[in-house]
């Protein structure tokens, strides 16, 4: 429930984050936490990202953890952000997903410390679609 933007939004105050929950129970942790850190700023929705595609909202960065397979996550990703806008995708063994409109903007490897297991996030910029 909104644990990726969650530790970033602690981590870089400067940022405007919008976490997003399709659940109450959640909805309503994530709210708690915020404002037992006195976070007035970080917006909560609750919401699923394809209710917020569909309204037309976008933003700079899309990030999400295990919320979809990485190829449709990089879809739905596409959809909510700007043009020229990021979308981070988390991915264990499978190769990386390709969409029309995104290319790899840059990758990282890291080990999950709990598990050992081997993890990538990569990240795509959108870009303008081929004529």
Same mark, same amino acid.
């Given at each position: 429930?909104?644990?990726? +933007?969650?530790?970033? @939004?602690? $981590? *870089? =105050?400067?940022?405007?984050?919008? /976490?997003?929950?399709? &659940?109450? %129970? ?35 960065? +899309?990030?999400?953890? @295990?919320? $979809? *397979? =990485?190829?449709?996550?990089?879809? /739905?990703?596409?959809? &909510?952000? %700007? ?49």
């Amino acid at each position: 429930a909104g644990g990726p +933007a969650m530790g970033l @939004a602690f $981590l *870089r =105050p400067d940022l405007s984050v919008t /976490l997003v929950e399709p &659940l109450a %129970k959640r909805t309503s942790f994530l709210r708690t936490v915020l404002a037992k850190a006195n976070r007035t700023d970080v917006r909560v929705e609750r919401a699923a990202g394809e209710d917020l595609a569909a309204k037309g909202e976008t933003f700079d960065v +899309a990030l999400s953890r @295990a919320t $979809l *397979r =990485p190829p449709e996550w990089l879809a /739905l990703g596409l959809r &909510l952000v %700007k043009p020229d806008g990021l979308v981070a995708v988390l991915v264990s063994q499978e190769p990386a997903p390709e969409a029309e409109g995104a290319v790899v903007q840059g990758q990282r490897a890291y080990t999950l410390s709990h598990t050992g297991a081997p993890r990538t996030v990569l990240l795509y910029r959108k870009v303008a679609p081929r004529a």
